[in-house]
């Protein structure tokens, strides 16, 4: 199966800036052995996907509303994602479930809803610092993933141990094949045999510098990189580091 390397812009950037960076991913995406994605804010999604064109690189959300419309003041709906050029949606992130409170069950509405308008959903996983110190670090992804995830999904999964994620600190490759080992055994007891199929990013500051030893790892399949896809020849060196699948 082909790596799945994902930007995720969070908030940063003015539109020309997006669309700069858009176009230097797109100007790098010729010939390479896995799929590219970028996430940017909102109201350059429309820009990026225009100045992406043609080039191999896929456009996402970074959340989406559960309902389709409604009085919903500030949302974005899964509809409204795919009607302005996106394909994908970052879904649970830590950052969300944080400073947003949103629950398992949420997430999961949200899955729904963006499988419905037809994007594909990316649902992220991961312990704190404090979970993973206590031992409970596969209880709490066991958990968000159960919660999480709808009775039949074709999605991607992300696993981004939260005190991994912009703080420079990465997860040591063999905690990564623990968790993504444990990740899959989940998926294949909730969905059978296809949750062999189920793409498990890893995310947490991956860097070109770390990105060959982790998307090495067994059942890592691919990358969700926060700071590092904020550069277009970082994040397209990361992208070269993928496994040809
Ligand atoms: P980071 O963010 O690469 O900056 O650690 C990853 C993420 O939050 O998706």
């Known amino acids: 199966m082909r790596q799945l390397i994902a930007g995720n812009w969070k908030m940063h950037g003015l539109s020309a800036d997006a669309v700069a960076l858009a176009k230097g ?30 080039a191999p690189v896929a456009v996402g959300g970074q959340d989406c509303h559960a309902a389709k419309q409604g009085a919903h003041t500030g949302d974005v709906a899964a509809p409204m994602l795919r009607d302005v050029g996106a394909t994908w949606v970052i879904l649970g992130h830590s950052e969300r479930r944080q400073n947003h ?11 729904l809803a963006a499988v419905e308008a037809g994007l594909n959903p990316i649902v992220c996983v991961g312990e704190t610092e404090q979970e993973r110190a206590s031992g409970q670090e596969t209880a709490v992804v066991g958990r968000q993933l159960a919660g999480s995830l709808p009775e039949r999904f074709a999605g991607v999964v992300a696993y981004e141990p939260v005190w991994a994620i912009g703080t420079g600190k990465t997860a040591t490759d063999a905690d990564v094949a623990a968790m ?19 793409l498990i990013l890893y995310g ?21 990189v926060g700071g590092a896809s904020l550069k277009a020849e970082d994040f397209l060196a990361i992208a070269r580091a993928a496994k040809a699948g």
């Open 101 to 111: 409170h949103e629950t398992d069950a949420q997430v999961r509405d949200k899955v």
């Open 204 to 224: 947490g500051s991956v860097r070109p510098a770390n990105a060959a030893s982790l998307l090495a790892v067994p059942n890592v399949g691919g990358a969700l």
């Open 180 to 198: 993504h080992g444990f990740i899959r055994d989940a998926l294949v007891r909730q969905f059978g045999e296809a949750g062999r199929g189920i």
């Open 25 to 54: 991913v797109a100007t790098g995406s010729a010939g390479l052995g896995c799929d590219l994605l970028v996430c940017p804010p909102f109201v350059h999604i429309a820009a990026v996907a225009q100045a992406i064109g043609g």
